[in-house]
Nanobody, 132 residues
Framework: VQLQASGGGLVQAGGSLRLSCIASGRTFSAYATGWFRQAPGKEREFVTAISSIGTNTYSADSVKDRFTISRDNAKNTVYLQMNNLKPEDTAVYYC??????????????????????????WGQGTQVTVSS
């Protein structure tokens, strides 16, 4: 599956953005999908993930009250609604799709399990910049 992330931009603190991750190729409904982010000079960080058919989600503590992940498999799209954005949310955001790692392992590892390029797909990033 190939992934295309979009929707990033510049927003003031307290504002909102919605990112989209559009998939093409194989059956997207077979893939758990996650969002990650990487700020300059920092390691890539797990943000949130959704199970293949959308029945379960898991988010990092830093975003769980502000960000919501959802998916529309009919449109091969996963969304990340980001509200009450903070300057520390500034980063390049990436989506990834994994059809191999069990959902339970993704949750048990706090989102870090799975997502290996050996069996997962990654999209190009979209820049999110939050000004104070």
């Amino acid at each position: 599956v190939q992934l295309q992330a979009s929707g990033g931009g510049l927003v003031q603190a307290g504002g909102s953005l919605r990112l989209s991750c559009i998939a093409s190729g194989r059956t997207f409904s077979a893939y758990a999908t996650g969002w990650f982010r990487q700020a300059p000079g920092k390691e890539r960080e797990f943000v949130t993930a959704i199970s293949s058919i959308g029945t379960n989600t898991y988010s990092a503590d830093s975003v769980k009250d502000r960000f919501t992940i959802s998916r529309d498999n009919a449109k091969n799209t996963v969304y990340l609604q980001m509200n009450n954005l903070k300057p520390e949310d500034t980063a390049v955001y990436y989506c990834a799709a994994d059809s191999w790692t069990p959902w339970g392992e993704i949750v048990a590892t706090r989102g870090l399990g799975g997502w290996s390029p050996d069996f997962a797909s990654w999209g190009q990033g979209t820049q999110v910049t939050v000004s104070s």
